[in-house]
C-alpha cells in the first residue's frame, strides 16, 4: 500500500476552515483550434481519455478507526469522473475581474475528502458575448497539496495536456490498490513501533541544521533568517476567502535580463516580484524599511530514496525591497541567493522530509492544535512564498484547444497570506498571485506592476 509520508500528511492535518491546501492552476484556452469546434460534452470525453494515465486523479484516502499511523492512498473503485469535473460560465462581460473572482470563490472551498482530491472547473462565457467568435474558455484545477508538489503538479499537467491538437492518449498507469482495515492499521501500528528508528537521522539533521546555521551566520554566509520578516499587510490572520490576480511576461525579454545583468532566470524572478511587491506596498504607504522576506520552496525529486508526494526542501532570501534602484536591487538578489543556496545545499535533500517523518500522528494534531489556538499560528515567519516551477517549451493544447496562458496557484498560510507562483510556457513565463480579501482587496494592482518591471530592468540592464 502506499502511505502518506510525513510531509504529505502534514498537508493534510494542517488544513482548515481557513487554509484550504490544494495548488491550483487556471488555463486560458483558445478553442477555436478544435477540429469540429468546441462543446463541453467533447471536452470532457477527451478528459476521461487522459484519467487512465494519471493515478493521482483515481486515488483516494483510506483510513482506519484503529490506525494510529498517517492514512494510505487507494483507488478509488467507484471513480465517476462527473463528480469531479464541473461547467459554469462567467457573468457578463467575462473579463479578468469576473473570472479572478469566480476562481476565488472556488479556491476558498476545501476539497471533499470522500473522493479522490482534485477538480477541474469548464469555465465558459471568458471574453463575454462580444468574444463568442474567439470561443475563449478557462479551466480551473484543485489538486491537494497532500498529492502532488509543485513539481509533481507539473508532471501531471504535463500528462494532461498535449503538444499537438490531435495527440493520442497516453498510457495507462497503475494506481495504489486497495487495502483493508486491518491491514492499514497492522502497518500503521509497525510503523508507529519503528519509528523511534527516524530518530537516528532526526537527530544528526537537527544538529547540523543548528551547527551550520551558527557558523555561516557568523561568517555571513548564512540564508535569510525566518521570523526577521517585517510585518507587512500580508501578514495577518486569514479567512476562507480567496483573491487571484495573473500576469504574463515575454520569457526572452526576461532571458535577456539574465544574460546582460549575468544572473540566474530565478534571480530575475524574484526581482521582479521584489520590485512589484515594493511598488505596490510604497503606493498604499505600507512600505517596510527592512527588506521583505520571501520562503522560496524547492524540489528534492530525483535527490532521494525517501516515500512521500511531496519531496520539498526550500530556503529564506532577502528580497532587498529596502533597495531603490532596480538593477542594484537584481545584483543584491542574485548575491543573496548564492548564499541562501549554498546554506540550504549543506543541509542537504532530505533534512524537512526527515523531520516530518519523525512526527506521529498525534503529535501533528497536537501540534497544528496547538498553533491555531495560539497567537504563533499568526506568526511572520516570512512575507512572501515564491515559486519559480519549469514548464514545457512549447505550445500545449488540451482537447485540440490551444493554451494561452497557464497561471499556477499556490497555498497560502497564517502569518504569510501571499503566495506567487511563476512557470514558464512556451516562450511566455505565466505568473499566478493569490492572497486573502480581507487582507489586500486589490491583487491586480500587484499583477500589473510585473510588466512595468520587467521594462524597468530591461532597459537599465
Known sequence: MERLSGLDAGMLYSESPTVPLHVCSITELDTSTVPGGYTFAKFRDHLATRVPAIPVFRTKLSDSDLNFDHPVWVEDEDFDLSRH?????????GGRDELAELCGRIIGTPLERSKPLWEM?????????DAREDERLALLLKVHHAAVDGVSAADLLATLLDTEPDAPPPD?????????????????????VTRPLQLTRVVPAATSLITNTVSRALSGTAMALPFSAPSTPFNAPLTSDRN???????LDDVKKVKNQAEVKVNDVVMALCAGALRGYLDG??????????????SSVHGQTDR??????????????????????RLHAIGESNVRAKGHSGSLGPTMLLDLAQAVSRTMFELLVGGLSRTSLGNTAIHNVIISNVAGPPTTLYSGGAEITGLYP???????????????SMGDKLNVGIISCPQ????????????EAELADLLARS
Open 172 to 192: 495507462p498507469v497503475d494506481a495504489p490498490q486497495g487495502a483493508g482495515m486491518w491491514e492499514i492499521a497492522a502497518d500503521g501500528l509497525w510503523r508507529i
Open 121 to 129: 472547473w469548464v469555465i465558459e462565457g471568458v471574453g463575454g458575448s
Open 284 to 297: 498604499r504607504g505600507e512600505l517596510p524599511d527592512k527588506a521583505l522576506i520571501a520562503f522560496v520552496p
Open 307 to 328: 516515500p512521500g508526494r511531496n519531496q520539498l526542501s526550500g530556503m529564506f532570501c532577502n528580497l532587498h525591497t529596502d533597495v531603490e534602484d532596480p538593477l542594484d
Open 409 to 423: 496557484l499556490g497555498p497560502i498560510f497564517p502569518g504569510s497570506g501571499l503566495n506567487i507562483t511563476v512557470m
Open 85 to 93: 469535473v464541473n461547467r459554469v460560465a462567467l457573468p457578463e462581460p
Open 439 to 450: 487582507l489586500v482587496d486589490d491583487l491586480w494592482d500587484l499583477a500589473d506592476r510585473f
Open 244 to 250: 487571484v490576480a495573473f500576469a504574463q511576461l515575454n
